[in-house]
């Protein structure tokens, strides 16, 4: 195993997250939100299996986003006209992400709706 390949891994990857990070809002938008959960978590203690749901959901959307941004680039590489095919290939990324998005949005719901009601009630 070469070790300076691994870690020149790591570091492309966390280039290509910096990179989304500075250029994309919706993938800031879904740490935000993600950070809300986080937080959320600890304050309602959630059990085991529910942090698992909820670590999985946040890391989906953000891998969902990560690939829709890299569809998004590599179509616009490739043609910069308004090719129906390409933005059929833009849709089906961002409907993916979408897709991912709302399961996400239902876990949350039943996790933190009871938690809530319980808290206000």
């Known amino acids: ?3 300076r390949k691994l870690i020149a891994s790591f570091r492309f990857a966390w280039k290509g997250v910096s990179d989304v990070w500075r250029n994309e809002q919706n993938f ?19 059990s085991q299996v529910e942090w698992l ?12 986003e ?13 043609t910069q006209e308004k090719h129906p095919l390409a933005m059929r290939a833009k ?20 996790i933190f709706i009871p938690k809530l009601l319980e808290w206000f009630f």
Not at 28 to 46: E, K, N, P, Q, Y
Not at 53 to 64: H, Q, S
């Open 1 to 3: 195993m070469d070790t």
């Open 28 to 46: 800031r938008i879904h740490v935000v939100v993600a950070s809300v959960m986080i937080f959320l978590g600890f304050v309602f203690d959630l």
């Open 53 to 64: 749901f909820l670590i999985f959901v946040i890391t989906g959307v953000l891998a969902f």
């Open 66 to 78: 990560l690939m829709n941004t890299a569809i998004e680039r590599s179509v616009d590489l490739i």
């Open 91 to 110: 849709d089906a990324s961002a409907a993916a992400v979408l897709t991912f998005a709302l399961s996400a949005v239902v876990v949350g719901g039943v």
